[in-house]
Structures are given as structure tokens and as C-alpha cells.
Nanobody, 125 residues
Framework: QVQLVESGGGLVQAGGSLRLSCAASGRTGSNYAMGWFRQAPGKEREFVAAISRSGTFTYYADSVKGRFTISRDNAKNIVYLQMNSLKPEDTAVYYC??????????????????WGKGTLVTVSS
């Protein structure tokens, strides 16, 4: 079992930055590819970013490419999402996910092994 706890959400003005963290406990380390997803009010959950077990490979949704950066610290069992140049359309609940399958293609599949409960990001215009 893996428990995922997100933190770092909040209210920020457009153009600002936030860094989300996802702390993993249980059977963790480099056993899982990790990802971030988000769900805006009235919309379906969507893929944001993924990172491979070693942290070598990263993948992004087109909507966040160049603005968001995913990283991980396997020694601390933490995954980060640095979000810069935030836009009102980035407003959503952000969820951390862990998956035993490769990070590549995470955005095209559902059914992650583990999910966190989410953290709310609100970007004001």
C-alpha cells in the first residue's frame, strides 16, 4: 500500500507561482512512476505531468508545457510540481498519482494504482 498526501495548494494571482508537493509513505521509493492530474469544477480529471521512477524522464500535457516542472526526490519520497506563469484556467484540484506502469503514456490511460486526496489551486485574474 502507498499513501499519497498532497500539499502546497492555495490562492495565487495570475502570473504567479506555486509549488505542490506529494509525500508518499508505505511501499515507495523508486517503485512507481508518479504523476499529477487535475480536475476543474464541472470538468473531467485530466493529466498534467508524469515522471519516471528514476526521475530521468518527464512528460507534460501541452497546456502546461514550458510552465510546469515535475521532479522527485526518491530519498525523501516526495514528488514536486513547480507551477509558474499560472493562469485562471489552471484553477483545479490537483491530485498526485502513483503507478506501477511506465510514466510514458500515463496521460493516455486511467486506473492509477494509488491516488492522493488532492489539493486546491485557485488562480485569480
Amino acid at each position: 500500500q502507498v499513501q499519497l498526501v498532497e500539499s502546497g495548494g492555495g490562492l495565487v494571482q495570475a502570473g504567479g507561482s506555486l509549488r505542490l508537493s506529494c509525500a508518499a509513505s508505505g511501499r515507495t521509493g523508486s517503485n512507481y512512476a508518479m504523476g499529477w492530474f487535475r480536475q476543474a469544477p464541472g470538468k473531467e480529471r485530466e493529466f498534467v505531468a508524469a515522471i519516471s521512477r528514476s526521475g530521468t524522464f518527464t512528460y507534460y500535457a501541452d497546456s502546461v508545457k514550458g510552465r510546469f516542472t515535475i521532479s522527485r526526490d526518491n530519498a525523501k519520497n516526495i514528488v514536486y510540481l513547480q507551477m509558474n506563469s499560472l493562469k485562471p484556467e489552471d484553477t483545479a484540484v490537483y491530485y498526485c498519482a502513483a503507478d506501477g506502469r511506465p510514466a510514458q503514456g500515463m496521460g493516455q490511460r486511467s486506473g492509477m494504482d494509488y491516488w492522493g486526496k488532492g489539493t486546491l489551486v485557485t488562480v485569480s485574474s
